[in-house]
Nanobody
Framework: QVQLVESGGGLVQAGGSLRLSCAAS???????????MGWFRQAPGKEREFVSA????????YFHDSVKGRFTISRDNTKNTVYLQMNSLKPEDTAVYYC??????????????????WGQGTQVTVSS
């Protein structure tokens, strides 16, 4: 069984930065069931949406258009941790952010259905 625990959320002013971490346990981060790691977010009253994803090697990264150029994703397989660096934050980035793990060879990693394991989420609030 895989456990994912997010941390690093909080309250920040617009234009500020936060770094989210996702610590994995139960399996090593480079294992088959955690080949691709993703971040999603869900604002009140809205569906959970894709933010970013990263392949096992870190060589392939994917971003929602709304965060391109502001967010970066990275992973340290030796520490079983995935990171989401969020810069130039905007009030519309306010949401609960979730970490998720997926097996390889999915058609797309931009959908929640591609992921098998999820964390409990961490709240990010950006004030204007």
């Amino acid at each position: 069984q895989v456990q994912l625990v997010e941390s690093g959320g909080g309250l920040v002013q617009a234009g500020g930065s936060l770094r989210l971490s996702c610590a994995a346990s139960g399996r090593t981060l480079g294992s088959y069931v955690m080949d691709v790691m993703g971040w999603f977010r869900q604002a009140p009253g809205k569906e959970r949406e894709f933010v970013s994803a990263i392949s096992w090697s870190g060589g392939n990264t994917y971003f929602h258009d709304s965060v391109k150029g502001r967010f970066t994703i990275s992973r340290d397989n030796t520490k079983n941790t995935v990171y989401l660096q969020m810069n130039s934050l905007k009030p519309e980035d306010t949401a609960v952010y979730y970490c998720a793990a997926a097996r390889p060879y999915r058609r797309s990693y931009r959908y929640t259905s591609a992921y098998d394991y999820w964390g409990q989420g961490t709240q990010v609030t950006v004030s204007s």
